[in-house]
């Protein structure tokens, strides 16, 4: 069992996601894990080391990745990254204020896991976005074990939580870039990171920042 960390949550993180932030001064920061404020399991399934985002406007946000994201074989058409497990956990974000999802729903405050989801191949999701890869986010007490399977209709169910609404709240996947770096694209500012698969890592494009209505 991996020791306890000392060091404690930060007091407080001002946080606020706007579509179309200026990168000018983007900023990307490793951090420790802290020992308080998620529920045991998640501190036992991610990085103890994470990362701190900084943008213009006090844009701020703090991301662990898992330590090991699974991975499986499948065909899925148009998919950025075709190989990860639906509903794998993919790591944690702490938000302190409210931000905005890719379809401008508000995520409430808090602690979140993010699990990887493909959009269902239905007339509802036609031209949602330019690829079907996307993160939802689950209310960190709601998912207190990450590493348990999850189905889509409770990850969705789950997730619908964090907005207050009867659709999950979501996060797109982009292209990734260099590892733990910041880049703009035509929606937003993308992170890319790469987290451990096992036999190699699989590089992701986190876009906190992008909203379908830009």
Known sequence: MRARRCNPF????AIVLLSGIALAQ???ERIALPTRGLPEAILHDVEE????LTLDHGWIADFWPTEQLLETEKTVAGALYPKIEPSAFVGIIVLHQDMPDYR????RAGA???RYELLPQDGNHLGVSPNPDFLLAIPANDDPNPVQPRVLKHVVAMSSKSTGTNHPAVIALENAGEPGTMTKSDQGAVFS???PTGPGSEKLGICFTCSASQ
């Open 10 to 13: 930060p007091a407080a993180i």
């Open 26 to 28: 983007q900023k990307v």
């Open 49 to 52: 080391k994470g990362y701190r």
């Open 104 to 107: 401008g729903q508000t995520i």
């Open 112 to 114: 979140y896991t993010l």
């Open 193 to 195: 990171v790469a987290i």
